[in-house]
């Protein structure tokens, strides 16, 4: 089974990439990993990798498809992987389909988890952390026994800034014209699986289960 996760920022594809992975046993494989493995073990793609991130751009396309590549000829994806974070362009999805059909293959599904924007902005600009002991919260959703104080450690929790409201828009905005594209290109190809992301984290994945154990 060989998929890609499409989502918003705060749609909770990490928690549904883990359950995935762990059900039917396949590689949760995610850019940032991949990057981060090759700089650390200062690979030749790693190296060429850095010089771009050290000077704060990003890494061209040709390289992230060509360490894309890279990973996936690895024994572990022989039975299937769950890309997460690629591709992030067309171009990206071109090379990824002409990389597979070479080998005889294809991406089975491309699960986009449908969440509103006005859904995220409630979850994300809700979120509070402990920076004392990294305990989590939601000012709804999962409020601490007392109003701005850690359960577990009695510290201050905290807003991150990346979770203030402007900085969720424009995170927003970025992906919608970023994935579009993407959605557009796999669903044209009859790859695409929406699922409604606004459901609990269990719904979520009985419905990507579902839409998995129906395609075998």
Known sequence: MRMILLGPPGAGKGTQAKLISEKYSIPHISTGDIFRKNISEKTPLGIKAKEYMDKGQLVPDELTIDLVKDRLTNEDCKGGFLLDGFPRTV??????????????????????????????????????????????????????????????????????????????????????????????????????????????????????????????
């Open 91 to 216: 171009k990206q999805a071109e090379a990824l389909e002409d990389f597979l059909r070479d080998k005889g293959k294809a991406i089975d599904t491309a699960l986009l988890i449908n969440v509103p924007n006005e859904f995220i902005l409630e979850r994300m600009t809700g979120r509070r952390v402990c920076p004392s002991c990294g305990a989590s919260y939601h000012v709804k959703f999962n409020p601490p026994k007392v109003n701005g104080k850690c359960d577990i450690c009695g510290s201050e929790i905290v807003q991150r800034k990346d979770d203030t409201e402007d900085t969720v828009k424009e995170r927003l905005d970025v992906y919608e014209k970023q994935t579009q594209p993407l959605v557009d290109f796999y669903a044209s190809r009859d790859q695409l699986f929406v699922v409604d992301g606004t459901q609990s984290i269990d719904e979520v994945f009985i419905s990507i289960s579902n839409h998995i154990e129906g395609d075998k």
